[in-house]
């Protein structure tokens, strides 16, 4: 009974980490529905094999953003600079999120220790935030527009370069969540980490959206640019 609830949690998270990413870079997300739920449950799948049969809680946010960069970019076909950008900053999201959270119970006594109840509990109420926030998004328009499909950027300097440079900095802040939650119980520094990365990324990601517009509205943008 404990891996069927695992699973149907787990894909509850995955899928509205993924939708929360889709609405971050405003993608048409009806015509990706049967794309979404497919993934959701391959990466449920996964997450149980790294959380119960391997017993790697402690590395799972080392490797499961590899294989979300995977999907989005051989399923999804955005091109690999960006999927790794859109992977990267929609992850942080999820886990900014699920850090709140952990923080918060934590002040009453409570750890969300893989396969608890109250694991269970903090992933539902997580996912329920994040498709809230990304319902928000979306009707708001509060996205970004400067991710584009079918070309691969040419040009990494610039805005491009730093965008690379957080998408790595970004993966390594992410990596480290298990890791200081699970093995050191740091939730505060959790926390803040995700808040300086995740806060980094958007910066950097908005400027892209202000230069990519300029551009547009000069003629001139390209997926050089």
């Not at 926390?191 to 509205?217: C, D, N, P």
Request: with cysteine.
């Amino acid at each position: 009974m404990n891996v069927l609830i695992f699973l149907i949690i787990s894909m509850w998270e995955w899928f509205a980490l993924i939708m929360l990413a889709f609405a971050l870079y405003r993608f048409e997300i009806r015509y990706y529905v049967g794309q979404l739920v497919f993934s959701s449950f391959l990466l449920a799948l996964f997450s149980y094999m790294v959380f119960n049969v391997f017993d790697l809680k402690i590395f799972a946010t080392l490797i499961q953003p590899i294989v979300v960069f995977l999907f989005f970019w051989l399923l999804f076909k955005i091109p690999i600079f960006y999927a790794g950008l859109v992977v990267v900053n929609g992850y942080l999201a999820y886990c900014l999120v699920t850090s709140v959270i952990f923080y918060f119970i934590k002040q009453f006594g409570f750890v969300s220790i893989p396969s608890t109840p109250t694991s269970f509990a903090t992933q539902s109420i997580a996912g329920l935030i994040v498709l809230f926030l990304a319902r928000a998004v979306v009707k708001y328009r509060l996205g970004f527009s400067f991710v584009q499909h079918g070309h691969e950027i040419k040009n990494i300097s610039g805005t491009n370069l730093k965008l690379l440079i957080l998408t790595i900095i970004g993966y390594i802040a992410l990596s480290s969540f298990n890791i200081l939650y699970y093995g050191a119980n740091k939730t505060l520094i959790v926390l803040i980490s995700m808040i300086v990365a995740f806060g980094l990324m958007q910066y950097w990601t908005l400027k892209k959206e202000h230069e990519a517009a300029f551009l547009k509205r000069n003629k001139k943008y390209s997926m050089d640019s």
